[in-house]
């Protein structure tokens, strides 16, 4: 196998040919870092590249193998952390460089999860600041570019990640989710994103700082491959304000079963910000048709997301002022939204506003499995294309884009953003579903359904 068909085969197979002694983690982590010298430049997928460290852990899991009678899932594959999650001894900047020399001294329990499932850090990825917006264009930094087309983005806050994965720079990605922020990027990107549900990943060993709107989830290129890395980061962690039992099959097993015949609604507009530009629609229509040629019951109807919108902009906003960095060293964007901030009187009570609207969302699930759903409204922007706008119109632009994506996080439910095809223009087209609450399994089997129906696996950007 050459290298670039090894960088992109799936974090799976790659664990596989690791058992099989057919590779071994030193070979593959020097693919991949031999590939981001080559390619990052480019694409600004990496912030930090932890090089030596990567293949100081390559080497001494390489000398382990010959002798190793049991291995974790995942020993030797290579993944990316985004820089929004602490790694012990490593810079994390949440995409502001006046925080370049801010290196925690622990772990995230998403970090500790990973490595223990054998995988290798190969670097920090790059997020938009404080995983503020769906680009990733932090002053400060190159940008994340799309590596389908260099003139938009890969999206955000998540950007890098994605760009990273569908680039073939790494074999799979840890990323996280407070209004969109796996499933955009992923859409851009033309890879598999998963938010999972409230409660099913943790937050340790600090906590939740947005009444439950954020958690961590998966990139990939394979549906198993981003079920199995879900499987790796799932779980209670001692505690864990909310949480889940652990899934039983796992979300790996459930790949490799059918859904049976769905109830499944769609739409492909959010009133009152708006409906689908045609490639997002299209994504959806095309969707629904192989839905309904493989079985499953579809009809065209949504729950009523219009009381939602005012809540939720007042419990996300508030992200800036609880990370408590000043006002003077953040981008004009973030200043503005922490002019914004709400007092803890209102916050309360856009919580409480969020969580009514959040059941009778929920309440539609009573009678559908799976809600079919555009990811975005429109396209991916070009790189910069907002830069010259003043911050409220950025804003509503934001909000207008990615008005598809912040239901699941109000009402913790589960969503997953799959690849569907291209545009005009060389981009990714995707689809979002979304689940009943804690119903990941579900959403996995009829995503692993559609891929086999549809496969995207062989689909590389040229520039990879």
């Not at 990733?136 to 570019?145: D, I, K, Q, S, Y």
């Not at 760009?163 to 990323?175: E, F, M, P, R």
């Not at 229509?285 to 997301?305: N, R």
């Not at 006002?327 to 200043?335: D, S």
Request: proline content about 9%.
């Amino acid at each position: 196998m050459n290298q670039v068909d090894l960088a992109f085969t799936p974090a799976l197979e790659q664990a596989q040919l690791i058992r099989r002694r057919e590779v071994s983690p030193l070979e593959l982590v020097e693919v991949y870092l031999e590939r981001i010298s080559k390619l990052n430049p480019q694409l600004g997928s990496y912030f930090t590249v932890m090089a030596e460290q990567a293949i100081a852990d390559a080497k001494a899991k390489t000398e382990m193998l010959p002798s190793a009678s049991e291995l974790p899932p995942f020993f030797g594959v290579p993944i990316s952390i985004k820089d929004l999650n602490h790694v012990a001894g490593i810079p994390c900047n949440y995409g502001n460089p006046a925080l370049l020399n801010n290196i925690p001294d622990y772990d995230d329990g998403v970090v500790v999860k990973i490595k223990q499932a054998g995988f290798i850090l190969l670097g920090k990825t790059a997020t938009s600041e404080l995983g503020s917006f769906p680009y990733t264009e932090p002053t400060g930094f190159p940008p994340a570019r799309n590596p389908w087309n260099l003139e938009y983005t890969p999206g955000g806050s998540s950007g890098g990640a994605a760009a990273a994965v569908a680039a073939g720079l790494c074999a799979i990605a840890q990323g996280s989710d407070g209004g969109g922020s796996i499933r955009g990027p992923a859409a851009c990107c033309g890879v598999v994103g998963i938010k999972p549900s409230r409660g099913r990943v943790s937050h340790a060993p600090v906590g939740d700082r947005l009444s439950g709107i954020a958690t961590n989830g998966s990139i990939a290129r394979t549906v198993a491959d981003a079920a199995a890395l879900l499987d790796v980061m799932s779980g209670y962690i001692v505690g864990d304000p909310y949480w889940l039992s652990d899934p039983e099959p796992s979300f790996l097993a459930v790949t490799k079963e059918q859904p049976g015949s769905l109830r499944i609604a769609y739409a492909t507009s959010i009133p009152p910000l708006g409906k689908a530009n045609a490639n997002c629609e299209q994504g959806v229509l095309q969707t629904v048709q192989l839905l309904q040629e493989l079985g499953h019951t579809v009809e065209q109807k949504s729950p009523d997301f219009s009381g939602l919108v005012e809540p939720f902009q007042v419990v996300w906003q508030s992200n800036v002022a609880a990370s408590g960095i000043p006002a003077q060293i953040l981008q004009p964007m973030n200043r503005w939204l922490l002019a914004r901030t709400s007092s803890a009187g209102e916050y309360l009570q856009a919580v409480y506003q969020m969580q009514a609207v959040a059941r009778q969302i929920i309440a539609f699930f009573d009678s559908i499995d799976v809600l079919v759903l555009p990811v975005y409204l429109h396209s991916p922007i070009r790189v910069g294309e907002w830069a010259n706008l003043s911050p409220e119109e950025t804003f509503h632009k934001i909000i207008s884009w990615v008005a598809p994506c912040p239901p699941a996080n109000a009402t913790g439910q589960p969503a997953i953003a799959l690849p569907v095809g291209f545009d005009e223009l060389g981009l990714p087209m995707s689809v979002q579903l979304v689940g009943r609450p804690a119903a990941e399994a579900t959403l996995i089997s009829l995503a692993a359904q559609l891929e086999a129906a549809k496969p995207w696996i062989q689909h590389r950007p040229a520039l990879g």
